[in-house]
Nanobody, 120 residues
Framework: QVRVVESGGGSVQAGGSLTLSCRPT????????MAWHRQAPGKQRELVAS???????NYADSVRGRFTISRDNAKNAVSLELNSLKPEDTAVYYC??????????????WGQGTQVTVSS
């Protein structure tokens, strides 16, 4: 059974930094796109950053220049470095991975979410 396991998150003051990490576990063939989304209270889930197997990354306008996504293909792991945090970055952050199973079927997986709280 494939699971996406996240770590990191927490509470920081505005201007601080955090790092989120994530990797799928279980038996599978490969991992395609990996990404981080977030959902603030009362708002829809939104894409924060994504990265493909060639390590080409995309960012939401609201985080570009402050957040950095990276991946280790050998470990099938993805990280999100959050710098210059603002109170509006407060949200539950979810890791996403598109997995290729051993039968070559693709399926999307989500982590359980990790809370990031930024105080002013």
């Amino acid at each position: 059974q494939v699971r996406v396991v996240e770590s990191g998150g927490g509470s920081v003051q505005a201007g601080g930094s955090l790092t989120l990490s994530c990797r799928p576990t279980g038996d599978f063939f490969s991992v395609l796109t990996m990404a981080w989304h977030r959902q603030a209270p009362g708002k829809q889930r939104e894409l924060v950053a994504s990265i493909n197997t060639r390590r080409s990354a995309n960012y939401a306008d609201s985080v570009r220049g402050r957040f950095t996504i990276s991946r280790d293909n050998a470990k099938n792991a993805v990280s999100l470095e959050l710098n210059s945090l603002k109170p509006e970055d407060t949200a539950v952050y979810y890791c996403y991975a598109r997995i290729i199973h051993n039968d070559y079927k693709q399926k999307d997986y989500w982590g359980q979410g990790t809370q990031v709280t930024v105080s002013s």
